[in-house]
């Protein structure tokens, strides 16, 4: 029989710790998984190639002067910069390593294998240095790391098809 007036003996520093465990997307704050890693990098990526093009098709139905596709393409590559450093930075920290690693994902060629370090590695199970384990993914984080390959896919067959058959 057990003392009802003991004290629990629940794990309390995780229970703490808890409160907030996904801060905003682009925080340079706490961890990321490996799923959410794939959804926020590469839905970045989407959003910025359809603004891109958007600012292209605006450029040539206008006949604009080609600033506006220039300047957007400029203003685009800063934020995908500071975007991937951000992403790197966090999905490092779930790691268990150090922020300064995130310099790997801008040397050309070494971006690569970080990258897909990066993607596969899986993360430490429990809290670490940078803070508690990543919550569990939401619906739209699984729907967009399973559609995004599914997408990219479906352009390579839809494109790659008829370019060979026209041969």
């Known amino acids: 029989m057990t003392n009802p007036y003991s004290m629990p003996r629940a794990q309390l520093s995780d229970i703490a710790s808890d409160a907030r465990r996904n801060p905003e997307v682009f925080s340079t704050d706490g961890r990321i998984g490996r799923l959410r890693y794939w959804s ?33 393409t400029v ?47 899986p993360g430490d199970d429990g809290a670490n240095a940078y803070g508690p384990r990543p919550e569990p993914n939401s619906t739209g984080v699984k729907i967009v790391g399973i559609a995004l390959p599914l997408l990219i896919l479906a352009l390579i067959v839809f494109v790659g098809i008829p370019a060979y058959q026209h041969r």
């Open 75 to 121: 203003l685009l590559a800063i934020l995908s910069f500071i975007a991937t450093v951000i992403l790197a930075r966090r999905r490092l920290q779930d790691l268990g390593k150090s922020a300064k690693s995130s310099i790997l994902v801008l040397i050309p060629l070494v971006n690569l294998g970080a990258f897909l370090w990066l993607l596969f590695a």
């Open 40 to 72: 926020y990098s590469f839905g970045a990526a989407l959003l910025m190639l359809f603004v891109d093009g958007a600012a292209e098709v605006y450029d040539a139905l206008y006949n604009a002067t080609g600033l506006a596709p220039a300047f957007v």
